[in-house]
């Protein structure tokens, strides 16, 4: 149960990824990004939530610090917005950091479910 939760939600983070980065470089920079990930460190579409730090490290390459905050930030309130989680803009968190807490919430709402479920036995 919960690998389909973690399923679903590495779909949708990599919908949020493809949306956001496709808005601010349009189609071909996001195949032109994937193409990269791929070809200089074997990092597929499907690995990109487990791989963040080279993610974020391919943005910072292509487009500075600057304007990779500003996307990491467009990825996170697109994904936030898709679970519908509200967003709270916190200094010094990165695209990594704000994945896992949805991670951890999702981890923690799947062990209520079980506890739940074994209290009703």
Known sequence: MASARFQEFNKLFCQAIDQSISEIVGSSGLSSLY?????????????????????????????????????????????????????????GYTLQDYVEAVRKRIRLNSLNSLSEYIRLL
Do not use: M, Q
Request: charged share 25%; aromatic share 14%.
């Open 35 to 91: 193409g990269a990930l791929e070809n200089y460190y074997s990092v597929t579409r499907d690995e990109l939530p487990y791989r963040l730090e080279t993610v974020y490290s391919v943005l910072e390459s292509v487009f500075g610090i600057k304007a990779t905050n500003t996307i990491e930030k467009r990825i996170v309130r697109r994904f936030y917005d898709t679970l519908d989680i509200p967003f709270t803009n916190i200094v």
